[in-house]
């Protein structure tokens, strides 16, 4: 690599330090390097005591994702105002005319961006710049185009497990350049994209609600397997008719609801079991079975064993043993 353009490299990356470090923020690039490889992970983490101006960490000539954890940030371009509040997400493109952005006084902010430069997006998207939103094909077309904000989107339960392996990527050294290109392209498709008409459009937010109200649904399960709400007190909580939510439920994820906290209950009986620290009759009372003989009766249709025996029938040692 040239001298001059490592150079270059460090100084980009010494300055975003800075804008950071100056408000006692950590700050890490993840993977990627805006510079070479055209996009670019970045961790972020603050708490921030007044309110802090972030606009000086963006690159020209770039769309950026926000992954927003934790904390309010806001990204104004030409009247339109981005918001980002908890476990939302968004983009923002940085052409001409400069962005205005800002982080919240009296909170953590916990974010993660992706920045990709106008060069990455022309090498992976021209075949599907029609589909791109309008924002984003302007900064593929000219350097000269003109800042803008797009929508908010709530994180999906993925994109938040994003972050435990965005921090700590599953791969080889070697490996992680290509691995991090991967889940930028993920998130590019995931929020760059835009349906072309406004019956498209209708349709996709009402699919985006009801993927929404979906894992709404299969949070509140899990966190009460043993009391789990009522059809009735299910649709309250994410806003809608018992009836319409059965049929999104099954519509998403291919079971019933009752199917599928049958399911997750004795996935986490199993889990339970394996771990020697419970018995029969304790996993059961822990996943919400009042009768021990359904239980069993349960646990024999899903794993094709007894619960008594499971935890020996998964151990290839123990089945060792015991022929």
């Known amino acids: 690599m040239p001298k001059e353009t490592a ?5 980009a990356r010494l300055r975003e330090d800075a804008v950071w470090a100056a408000v006692g923020a950590e700050w890490r690039q993840l993977g990627g390097s805006f510079r070479r490889h055209g996009f670019s992970f970045e961790w972020h983490d603050l708490n921030a005591a007044e309110t802090v101006d972030w606009a000086p960490s963006f690159h020209a000539g770039s769309v950026e994702i926000c992954l927003n954890f934790d904390g309010v940030g806001e990204v104004t371009a030409r ?3 981005l918001e980002l509040g908890p476990r939302t997400s968004g983009f923002y493109v940085v052409g001409q005319g400069g962005l205005e952005a800002r982080r ?5 902010h916990r974010f993660i961006t992706l920045e990709c430069s106008a060069d990455f997006l022309k090498r992976q998207l021209t075949a599907y710049r029609p589909w791109l939103h309008p924002a984003v094909q302007a900064l593929m077309e000219s350097e000269r185009a003109r800042s803008a904000v797009g929508q908010v989107q709530p994180l999906s339960s993925r994109q938040q497990e994003l972050l435990a392996g965005l921090r700590q990527p599953p791969v080889l050294l070697e490996a992680q350049v290509l691995w991090y290109q991967a889940k930028a392209l993920e998130l590019v498709v995931e929020l760059l994209f835009r349906p072309q008409s406004e019956e498209e459009l209708f349709c996709a937010r009402a699919r985006r609600i009801a993927h929404v109200r979906v894992e709404r649904v299969v949070a509140l399960l899990r966190e009460r397997l043993a ?3 009522s059809l ?7 806003g809608c008719s018992s009836f319409y939510l059965s049929r999104t ?5 291919g079971l019933t609801i009752p199917q599928y906290l049958r399911q997750v209950r ?5 889990e339970l079991l394996r771990s020697g620290r419970f018995n029969v009759t304790e996993a059961a009372m822990e996943v919400g079975y009042s009768s021990l003989s359904h ?8 794993f094709g064993c007894c619960p008594g025996l499971y935890p020996v029938s998964t151990d290839p040692q123990q089945v060792l043993r015991k022929k």
């Open 7 to 11: 150079s270059r490299m460090s100084l």
């Open 79 to 81: 009247g339109a105002r």
């Open 104 to 108: 919240l006084a009296n909170g953590r």
């Open 227 to 229: 009391e789990p709400p």
């Open 232 to 238: 009735e007190e299910l649709g309250r909580l994410v």
């Open 249 to 253: 439920f099954s519509s998403e994820m």
């Open 266 to 270: 004795l996935e986490r009986a199993a």
């Open 295 to 302: 239980f069993s009766q349960a646990f024999h249709e899903h």
